[in-house]
T-cell receptor, first 112, second 113 residues
Framework: QKEVEQNSGPLSVPEGAIASLNCTYS??????FFWYRQYSGKSPELIMS????GDKEDGRFTAQLNKASQYVSLLIRDSQPSDSATYLC????????????FGAGTRLAVHP | EADIYQTPRYLVIGTGKKITLECSQT?????MYWYQQDPGMELHLIHY???????EKGDLSSESTVSRIRTEHFPLTLESARPSHTSQYLC????????????FGQGTRLTVV
């Protein structure tokens, strides 16, 4: 079982809609989770981090963490064509060693 | 804005050559990482470091080696490049401790011919 699992997509949403991206993880001891956005040919850029159960909002983005279900999600409200990219979920593993592992990513396409 | 730099950005080199990819950060971060990513594919962790003189292998077996003699510098070396090493190499860094965010450099796109 992979440490971080994501649906590869593509996830296609119309402009202005809510995009919902999901991620599950295998290590119940993992504490820290991150969402990155990666445009084709570019390096990943951090969108949000989340460490506690519940929701965390930042502008149009909301991250959700449910440690009991080992589930992390990212909601993008009012999706724009510029949001079209691959979204990477990442988590810290191996206890205190903070081995940062990424999922395979979900491709999001926002169409006008 | 993250201050983490990778050089060169692009490298085309012949089979059998020794190469070193540079990664430097000016943020005083203790933890540094190297990832390998083929086009359209996922990031694979190949090496990481907790601080000076500490290096660990990641989940993806790699013929590369790394060193961490200075906090700000984490070079990756291939002793004898092969076409199978053609890929993008991404370096990242973060502060020590839990709940810290990692930032990436711009990457090195390596082509071995």
């Amino acid at each position: 079982q992979k440490e971080v699992e994501q649906n590869s997509g593509p996830l296609s949403v119309p402009e202005g809609a809510i995009a919902s991206l999901n991620c599950t993880y295998s290590d119940r001891g993992s504490q820290s989770f991150f969402w990155y956005r990666q445009y084709s040919g570019k390096s990943p850029e951090l969108i949000m981090s989340i460490y506690s159960n519940g929701d965390k909002e930042d502008g149009r983005f909301t991250a959700q963490l449910n440690k009991a279900s080992q589930y992390v999600s990212l909601l993008i409200r009012d999706s724009q064509p510029s949001d079209s990219a691959t979204y990477l979920c990442a988590g810290d593993f191996s206890g205190g060693y903070n081995k940062l592992i990424f999922g395979a990513g979900t491709r999001l396409a926002v169409h006008p | 804005e993250a201050d983490i730099y990778q050089t060169p950005r692009y490298l085309v080199i012949g089979t059998g050559k020794k190469i070193t990819l540079e990664c430097s950060q000016t943020m005083g971060h203790d933890k540094m990482y190297w990832y390998q990513q083929d086009p359209g594919m996922e990031l694979h962790l190949i090496h990481y470091s907790y601080g000076v003189n500490s290096t660990e292998k990641g989940d993806l077996s790699s013929e590369s080696t790394v060193s961490r003699i200075r906090t700000e510098h984490f070079p990756l070396t291939l002793e004898s490049a092969r076409p199978s090493h053609t890929s993008q190499y991404l370096c990242a860094s973060r502060l020590q401790g839990a709940n810290t965010e990692a930032f990436f450099g711009q990457g090195t796109r390596l082509t071995v011919v």
